[in-house]
């Protein structure tokens, strides 16, 4: 979470000053990034959510697809990521860790309160039963609760390593190991959000980063040009550059609580001149120098520092508290000489250091001076330990092998997948997620569906597989890993023809639909009730244009609606992959429309597995457009149509995830099992 009010105040006006630049600029340069600042926000599925507050925990499979997406992205502007992993947590943050797993716990405090409730029932005869509504608000409130796992942490650091990436362990934490890697020279950079970061050291820090018009952009925080004379940046970290720590102490981070007072006027010090400072802020320039009235302009002055801290470090007057005094100084210690893992230039060898110096006359006796309860000591006096943490050969995080963070398993001691295994006894069934219950069963066997089983029907066949002692099925239906089901206004339908299955001969089918002219796609727009604007079609046209559409993956199959307003009518089911623009992730759409000459687009039985899903998305207003393009330009085949619209690499290579339409062809085998069955049946009697 890095240091309060650092972007917007420590560093003056840095963050208007200097501007956004493509990384592209950067091509070349090897850059070391944080994982757990990729790894944090790349667990976005429901299922990885789900995966990863599991009892037993599961690893996070679209996770590391994002990761891999991630790194590609990252690779495409010329950079060289080097991965560093986080090591031991330190004693210093634990106090924000607690603070932070509160948070977490709070998040998933509505999971927690309902589970007790069905803990405390196990053995009632009748089973506790939970409203929609309640499981609902616990599921949501336990996926927020989510977090990546030491199962994913080695998950990524398996697959980086068979890629033969180059990724650094830490001995504690990433950020001083990112720091010690560039002062070694490793490095050319560090990319981290992390104010912390700069504090610490860094010297050239890529921050800010973002995707501007399809370019991905930072800011980098170059400290010789920061420090120089000369510079505009009305920052007080340029007045005092050895004072970096005191300032982020001062100001509260994630070593040191802020203290009460401490906010950004009374460490930096007040504005020049309130007015014009209000003004500029405004016009969002500058907001002009502070005067020399700061906590930290009196630290400056102070002959005796420590003394200062000690007795005025609470807003300029009070003293601090025993534990606030402690905390400053642990923390202080910890910030300036953390032990970072260093490699000796002649011999390879590696060896602890200090990230700075040890002041003069102390600390010659490390763990004395630190007071790490870390296993400092251990791996002091264990060179191959060392070697292994620093070249990642375990995960750093815990210092344990690889193969202690191999997932659950079933009895017979194969890897389980997809909640195979749950632990009733923690997460009892009435409390157990919707999806983790139906790929139980279907695991077992037993056709289940998130949206087309009712939950009792589910818990009643968990519960029956359970009685029996029902073993793994040696043909389990397909795991169902999302929530969006396309079928949910749709049923697949027989019309004895070619599209009775999955088919991939489509353009025919887009020829037979309603001419896809731009006031016909106006009036879906309407109707659609996203007003017509023309960021919209903006958006659209560059989606379809970027080649965000997988053509290879396009397919169509005869279904009838058995939404009310339609039910019966015979229509055509396109499914297709597109790739989402922002977050790169492959979502899976179904555009419905009437199977007949002209036949009209079906707004509301058609979807997609994008957030806006539902409402007519830009995924499938672009497809339309498509459609559009087949229609007018007269293009007869789908190998034409490959050939003309040019798909992203991303969406060729990467394997997109066919489980829906596994699921279908389940759906499908047993539909014609049943009319073989019936034929029989007549026949026979
Ligand atoms: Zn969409």
Known sequence: MGINDFWTDALGDWMSVCKHEKLSNYAGQRIAIDLSIIINKSLRTDIDRLSATCNPTYKCKDLLQNIIVEHEVLTKTGILPVYVYDGMSPEEKKKEKERRRALLEKAGDKYIELRQQAIDNINAVEPIQFSAEQLKEATESRMKSGKPTPNDQTNILQWMKKQGLECYGSLLEADQQMVALEQDGIVDGIMSEDGDTIANGGKVVYCKLSRKGGYLTCKVFKRDDFMK????????????????????????????????NNGPVMVLGKYANNEAAEESRRRGNTRGRRQEDGLIDRLA?????????????????????????????????????????????DTNELYIGPLNDLPAGDGTDWIAYLGSSCGLELVMSDDNLLN????????????????????????????????????????PIPIQP????????????????????????????????????????????????????????????????????????????????????????????????RADRPSLHERVKRLVESGSYSIKSISCRNVESIDEDTNGSKCILFRFDCLSSRTKVIHQVYAVFEDKKDGEYMIKLSSCSCKKGQYFCSHLIGFLHIIGIVQTHKINSEKELERLYPTKPELIY????????????????????????????????
């Open 229 to 260: 004379d000369c510079n505009t940046y009305n920052s007080k970290l340029c007045t005092y550059p050895e004072l970096m720590v005191d300032v982020a102490l001062l100001l509260g981070n994630d070593y040191m609580s802020r203290i009460r």
């Open 301 to 345: 002055n102070a002959d005796d520092k420590v003394t200062f801290i000690n007795t005025l470090g609470n807003n300029g007057k009070r003293a601090l508290t025993e534990q606030q005094r402690t905390q400053y100084w642990e923390a202080r210690k910890y910030m300036l000489h953390a032990p970072v893992i260093r490699k000796n230039r």
């Open 388 to 427: 292994d943490i620093y070249n990642c050969n375990i995960l750093p995080l815990t210092r344990k092998p690889f193969d202690c963070y191999d997932g659950p398993h079933n009895e017979d001691g194969t890897n389980a997948e997809w909640f195979q295994v749950l632990d009733f006894n923690k997460d």
């Open 434 to 529: 919707t999806l983790c219950l139906v790929n139980w069963c279907r695991a077992r066997g037993v056709d289940v569906h998130p949206t087309r089983s009712s939950r009792e029907y589910i818990e009643q066949c968990t519960r029956n597989c359970i009685r029996v002692n029902k073993p793994l099925s040696d043909d389990p239906l397909t795991p169902i890993t999302g929530a969006h089901d396309g079928y949910r206004l749709i049923k697949n339908r027989i019309a004895r023809n070619d599209r009775d299955t999955w088919n991939n001969n489509f353009v025919e089918q887009m020829h037979n639909i309603k001419t896809m002219n731009d006031k016909v796609l106006k009036h879906y727009l309407d109707s659609g009730n």
């Open 654 to 685: 990467k394997e997109p995830i066919r489980i829906e339409l596994n699921i279908l062809k389940d759906m499908h085998r047993r539909e014609e099992a049943q009319s073989k069955r019936q034929s029989k049946r007549q026949r026979t009697s």
